[in-house]
Each structure stands twice: as structure tokens, then as C-alpha cells.
Nanobody, 122 residues
Framework: QVHLVESGGGLVQAGGSLRLSCAAS????????VGWFRQAPGKEREFVAA????????YYADSVKGRFTISGDNAENTVYLQMNILKPEDTAVYYC???????????????WGQGTQVSVSA
């Protein structure tokens, strides 16, 4: 089972940028799909973005298209989420999820990290 650790969260003003990292240990990401989810206070966890490592194909929620970019680094065994033009409604705890099947990641059934807090002030 892959062990995931997220980092890179913080407090930023609206319009700013952050880059989140999801580092894996125990397994390499080379045969995995990795996704980012977020959960705001009082709301359900929602899908943000995903990447299928085998072909690099990416998927995004409509709410983040054009602002967020998911990417992977083989050498670092890490997936990144570059977040630009941040809005107060992006405030949430961000989690990464990984599984060998994209469908499992999309359903939130893979391995989870502990999360990293992103706060965007108006």
C-alpha cells in the first residue's frame, strides 16, 4: 500500500498562488493514478483534479479548470497541484488519493494522505 504525505498548504490572499505536493513512499507512482480532493468546513469532500501516471492524462473539476494544474515528477515520486488565481471559496483541507485504478481514485477509494490546509483570504 502506498503511503502519502501532503505539504505546501498555507494562507494566501485572493489572486495568489500555492503549490501542493503529494509525496509517496512504499510504492512508486509509476503504475498509479493520483487525485487531489478538498473538504471545506461543513461540506463534503469533493474531487479537484487527477492524473493517470501511465499516459499523463489529467482531469479537473469545472471549478478549478484554467486555474489549477496537476503534474507528476517521476524522479521525486511526487504529484503536484499548482493553484493559481486562488479564491476564498478554494479554502479547504486538500487531500491526495492514489490507487492503481483511476476509477478508484475518482471514487475516493484509494489510499489517503493526512491533508494540508489551504486558506484564501478575501
Amino acid at each position: 500500500q502506498v503511503h502519502l504525505v501532503e505539504s505546501g498548504g498555507g494562507l494566501v490572499q485572493a489572486g495568489g498562488s500555492l503549490r501542493l505536493s503529494c509525496a509517496a513512499s512504499g510504492r512508486t507512482f509509476s503504475s498509479y493514478a493520483v487525485g487531489w480532493f478538498r473538504q471545506a468546513p461543513g461540506k463534503e469532500r469533493e474531487f479537484v483534479a487527477a492524473i493517470r501516471w501511465s499516459d499523463g492524462r489529467t482531469y479537473y473539476a469545472d471549478s478549478v479548470k484554467g486555474r489549477f494544474t496537476i503534474s507528476g515528477d517521476n524522479a521525486e515520486n511526487t504529484v503536484y497541484l499548482q493553484m493559481n488565481i486562488l479564491k476564498p471559496e478554494d479554502t479547504a483541507v486538500y487531500y491526495c488519493n492514489a490507487d492503481q485504478r483511476l476509477s478508484s481514485v475518482a471514487a475516493g477509494l484509494g489510499s489517503w494522505g493526512q491533508g494540508t490546509q489551504v486558506s484564501v483570504s478575501a
